[in-house]
């Protein structure tokens, strides 16, 4: 036997896995297991969290489209009373 | 040279979001005033507010159209309770900002007997008019109004007699 059929024989001789092998296994099938099984849930959790928030989005910008049309026409209102007024007191005293 | 354009772009962006066209410096007086009305609404905003109103509404539809080409709407109103709660340097430090080229005064009258002064300015920009300034006084009011952009002066006087403002009818003239 040369040394080459000697190193081939020791690489390829079989080998006992270690004591905890079998269990190192289980664990990490295990754990995946578990990550696969709660991927629907946190999309459903990231989708729900878009959607609060996509709507809490839309219900302050009616908020603040309500705000600013009271405001407008809060403001035309004073406007315009004041500048009709001006206008009316002008053309009295223009007569 | 890069920083300068940042600073100019900046700028120009500025004036877009902030198309007051002068500054009102009366905050001071919102702590002696008995009623305070402060309206600032840029130009995104006028757009906001534009498709909340009502075209079905006549107020509503009438203003809708005036706020095309508008840039702004500035309003500072305070009522007072008592007299000489402001004074007319605090006026001054408003219409002193009107005093530039482009502002030009259009009306104004003093009233001795019950103490109003009024004044509106328009401003021009290449014959057009671009904003409007109303400032008014009373003894226990002051109020000053910036409308930037295409303003209709008709359009807004008309508002009197509306929304439960009386229109103001001049008395008949006695001879």
């Known amino acids: 036997m040369d040394w080459l059929e000697q190193e081939l024989k020791q690489a390829l001789d079989r080998k006992e896995p270690s004591p905890d092998f079998a269990e190192r296994v289980r664990r990490r099938t295990r754990g995946d297991g578990f990550r696969t099984a709660l991927w629907p849930q946190r999309w459903l959790a990231a989708a729900a969290a878009v959607i609060v928030l996509a709507g809490v989005g839309l219900g302050y910008r009616e908020y603040q489209g309500q705000v600013a049309r009271q405001q407008v026409m809060l403001a035309f209102r004073i406007a315009g009373a004041k500048v009709n007024h001006i206008q009316t007191q002008v053309k009295e005293r223009m007569r | 040279m890069k920083r300068a354009r940042r600073f100019a772009l900046l700028g120009s962006l500025c004036s877009l979001l902030w198309a007051q066209q002068f500054k009102f410096n009366l905050d001071h007086l919102a702590g002696k005033a008995a009623d305070v009305v402060d309206i600032s609404l840029n130009g995104p905003m006028l757009q906001l507010a534009a498709r909340f109103l009502d075209s079905k509404d006549p107020d509503e539809a009438t203003v809708k159209k005036l706020l095309n080409g508008l840039e702004g709407i500035y309003v500072k109103s305070f009522e007072f309770k008592n007299t000489g709660a402001w004074t007319p340097a605090d006026l001054d430090a408003v219409r002193n900002q009107l005093k530039t080229p482009e502002w030009m005064k259009m009306v104004g009258y003093t009233s001795t007997e019950d103490g109003e002064t009024a004044e509106i300015y328009i401003h021009m920009d290449d014959k ?17 109004v910036n409308i930037a952009g295409a303003v209709d002066l008709d359009s807004l006087s008309s508002f009197g007699g509306h929304w439960g403002i009386p229109k103001v009818v001049p008395p008949p003239h006695k001879k």
């Open chain 2, 128 to 144: 057009k008019i671009n904003g409007v300034a109303v400032l008014v006084t009373a003894p226990k009011e002051l109020t000053v």
